[in-house]
């Protein structure tokens, strides 16, 4: 399974954008990139999920590099409520396709 | 949108008993489910796969005979924490997914299991 990279943790200050990071340099033509995040005490929640091109929904914008290997979560104002641990997974979309969560990123939002 | 609920949330057993955790999903059929465990403070750890009508797949390091995987329907998979101790106190989440739907995973909101 393809490794990613993300920093521990990152602040940002409410109604302005969050660019969470993640690297995964080793990724195979067929994994798609998705992104959960999870509050406290409860499950993963889906963000959003891409294979090459950038992709936009009501909660977030992933862009994702032309080579694929990194890929950025946008939050395009973020709120206390979005003060989660953002986890960024690939998975390939045939088989058993499990998903390994790395360490993720806890986002801070600062009133 | 596909929902998975959990049950229990939260569980307190003595330590030496055992603990059924269900996992069921509400709309959807889930053909496969997938079992984690997260201690305070760190990320989810695969701990097996089941798929409908089949044994269950363990990770590396898990033990099949203490953690018991049944998925015996499309709707319902249930974690038994067989012989519960202090160090199996963690936080259970499952996952579902429905392959003939295309793709995704929905995720339960966890039981807390805490061993005394």
């Known amino acids: 399974d393809a490794k990613t990279t993300q920093p521990n943790s990152m602040e940002s200050n409410e109604e302005e954008p969050v660019h969470l990071p993640c690297n995964h340099s080793?990724?195979?033509?067929?994994?798609?990139i998705h992104w959960y995040r999870q509050l406290p005490s409860q499950g993963p929640e889906y963000v959003i999920h891409?294979?090459?091109s950038n992709v936009n929904n009501r909660m977030a914008s992933l862009a994702i590099a032309e080579d694929r290997k990194s890929s950025t979560l946008i939050l395009h104002r973020a709120t206390l409520r979005d003060a989660a641990v953002y986890y960024c997974i690939l998975s390939a979309h045939s088989g058993t396709y499990k998903y390994i969560f790395g360490t993720g990123t806890r986002l801070k939002v600062l009133a | 949108g596909a929902v998975v609920s959990q049950h229990p949330s939260r569980v307190i057993c003595k330590s030496g008993t055992s603990v059924k955790i269900e996992c069921r999903s509400l709309d959807f059929q889930a053909t496969t489910m997938f079992w984690y465990r997260q201690f305070p403070k760190q990320s989810l750890m695969l701990m097996a796969t089941s798929n409908e009508g089949s044994k269950a797949t363990y990770e590396q390091g898990v033990e099949k005979d203490k953690f018991l995987i049944n998925h015996a329907s499309l709707t319902l998979s249930t974690l038994t924490v067989t012989s519960a101790h202090p160090e199996d106190s963690s936080f259970y989440i499952c996952?579902?997914?429905?392959?003939?739907?295309?793709?995704?995973?929905?995720f339960g909101s966890g039981t807390r299991l805490t061993v005394v």
């Open positions: 996952s579902a997914t429905d392959r003939g739907r295309g793709y995704g995973y929905t």
């Open positions: 891409g294979l090459t």
């Open positions: 080793t990724i195979s033509g067929t994994d798609y």
